[in-house]
């Protein structure tokens, strides 16, 4: 198994960490613009494999794809991070001609890749590769649900004292402040439904935070977080690596699910060895399915923002 992580920065160079520490792949390619930056990392994260054990190959790379031939797998997370009172949307302009033209060198070297995209605004960034790559859809996936998921069932945990390992709970829709939606009524601890645990006001404050939690990490570092969106991306190549059929929201393109067509949202999806392999479309509420229209005006609206570029 060969995987390329693009962009070595701090989402790219913790996914690969995450990735040669759980020995998902024999060679790992990573890959950044700045010239040595992603040798040194990759050099760095090689001189842990003693310490940890792990048998995974990392090399490093500057703009080289020709070494990225081959891969099976491929993560983007090249382009530039929001800083803090930045909207992710507000990145459009610089970062989708940096997926744009990374798309494209993948292609050339990777012709029937899976790829994973993470550089935000992600739904849109998603969309992008879609239809630059013009890869069948179950191969083109964006990460965030597995994300913002893991960041509902941390703020869960937080308000009911108990372990997010225990919680089922899920957050769909579009990976913004405004438009993710977790879907609280869904969510569990052990099968028992938190709204029955949770008071009224609790949840609304679980459901507030994990809608900002990104905003609130980039006020607190001063850049955004890259330990769990790291670990969130290496969640989803794991689940394919090992065919895991795995069910992880995750950015796709829609086709009609959730009465929603032509536009990439955040859905659950399983996850195996052919990239997207079902879309499980279940009966959101009327307000569920409100929210979920809604976010897809505001991410289509944002696309639209993509033919105003060219
Ligand atoms: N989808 C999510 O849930 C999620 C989570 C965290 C971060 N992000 C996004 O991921 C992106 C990366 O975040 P980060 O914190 O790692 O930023 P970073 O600045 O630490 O790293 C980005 C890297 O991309 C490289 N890069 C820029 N242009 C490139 C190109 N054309 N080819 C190859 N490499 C290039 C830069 O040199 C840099 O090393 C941002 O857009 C951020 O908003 C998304
Ligand atoms: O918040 C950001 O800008 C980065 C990422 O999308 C996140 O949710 O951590």
Redesign the pocket.
């Known amino acids: 198994m060969k995987i390329t992580v693009?962009?070595?920065?701090?989402?790219?160079?913790t996914c690969a960490d995450n990735i040669a520490r759980k020995e998902l792949a024999e060679e790992l390619i990573l890959?950044?613009?700045?010239e040595g930056?992603a040798e040194g990392k990759s050099i760095d994260m090689m001189q842990t494999a003693a310490l940890l054990g792990f048998d995974t190959k990392i090399k490093g790379v500057t703009?080289d794809y020709a070494a990225t031939a081959g891969s099976e797998v491929v993560v983007i997370?090249?382009?530039?991070?929001?800083k803090p009172g930045m909207t992710?949307e507000e990145?459009i302009g610089t970062?989708a001609n940096?997926v744009k033209?990374?798309t494209e060198n993948i292609l050339k070297y990777s012709p029937d890749t899976i790829i994973i995209?993470?550089?935000?605004p992600?739904d849109t960034m998603n969309y992008l590769t879609l239809k630059t790559s013009g890869l069948p859809k179950n191969r083109i996936l964006?990460?965030?649900g597995a994300?913002?998921s893991s960041r509902f069932k941390y703020y869960l945990s937080q308000e009911l004292g108990c372990s997010p390992a225990d919680l089922n709970a899920v957050v769909i829709g579009g990976?913004g402040d405004t438009t993710m939606i977790p879907l609280i009524q869904h969510a569990t601890w052990n099968s028992i439904p938190v709204s029955q645990l949770l008071s009224k006001e609790q949840q609304d404050k679980v459901v507030a935070a994990t809608m900002v939690g990104?905003a609130t990490l980039t006020g607190l570092i001063g850049?955004?977080?890259?330990y769990a969106?790291g670990a969130?991306t290496a969640a989803m190549v794991e689940s394919i690596v090992r065919d895991e059929k795995k069910l992880i929201s995750s950015g796709v393109y829609l086709d009609g699910e959730y009465g929603q067509k032509d536009i990439s949202l955040v859905v659950p999806v399983i996850i195996g060895k052919n990239g997207a392999e079902k879309i499980l479309d279940f009966k959101l509420s009327e307000a569920e399915q409100g929210a979920f229209n809604k976010s897809a005006d505001a991410v289509r609206n944002m696309n639209a923002v993509l033919t105003d570029m060219n």
């Open positions: 693009v962009g070595a920065g701090a989402v790219g160079a890959l950044d613009i700045k930056f703009n997370t090249s382009g530039l991070p929001r992710r990145l970062n940096i033209g990374v995209v993470v550089s935000n992600m964006g990460m965030g994300l913002d990976h990104g850049t955004s977080a890259w969106p969130g």
